[in-house]
């Protein structure tokens, strides 16, 4: 469907009307019916609003290891293995602008999926390298976690998920979990001693 033709019809009722219980039974007549979007269907880059783009730009390029595609002085496009970009990031709206204040809405954090384990442990050691903290971290059952944020306050999640048939399941639904991440055997996926003592900062994540 061209972008041009989707519309939002809201039958003549003010936008600020609808109440939660409306948008639920609007949601149930409609998963009644409507067909689920493909399998395949992926969600793609994310393009983030900064303060000052040089700073991102250090941050997602040397900190997180993406590769800078384009700087166009007040944007740039940044990318992992030759996509046409998974991190956009401009400060056309938001130059010099602070984080969103507590209680707004806006998004709450955005996932790096990294394709092996070992991977993960790279980047946590990365950041840890580069002198950035976590923000917490979680065993999910389906996936791994690590939270942090980058210097505008975005929330950003270290991902790798496990392969579906480890998922845990209930009557064959995918349930969640939330247990401790095991830092120690993840960071021994590196195959090297910890040197800088990285475990002994990361055991108050719990």
Request: proline share 5%.
């Amino acid at each position: 469907m061209a972008a041009s033709n989707v519309r939002v019809n809201l039958t003549n009722k003010d936008y600020n009307s609808i109440t939660e219980k409306e948008c639920c039974n609007e949601k149930k007549k409609s998963t009644m019916t409507d067909p689920s979007i493909p399998a395949e269907t992926r969600i793609g880059h994310v393009h983030l609003k900064v303060a000052d783009l040089e700073r991102a730009l250090g941050f997602y390029r040397d900190y997180l290891g993406f590769d800078l595609l384009f700087n166009m002085g007040s944007a740039a496009f940044l990318s992992a293995g030759g996509y046409h970009h998974h991190i956009g990031l401009n400060t056309w709206e938001s130059k010099d602008g602070s984080p969103p204040a507590p209680g707004t809405t806006g998004l709450y954090h955005f996932a790096i999926n990294y394709p092996a384990r070992k991977d993960l442990a790279i980047a946590l050691k990365r950041v840890l390298d580069h002198g950035w903290s976590i923000d917490g971290a979680s065993d999910h059952g389906t996936h791994e976690a690590i939270y942090l944020h980058d210097p505008d306050f975005n929330g950003i999640e270290f991902a790798w998920d496990r392969h579906p048939s480890q998922w845990p399941r209930r009557d064959g639904a995918i349930t969640f979990s939330r247990q401790p991440l095991d830092f120690a055997s993840l960071l021994a996926e590196l195959g090297e001693p910890d040197e800088a003592g990285y475990l002994a900062v990361l055991s108050e994540y719990k």
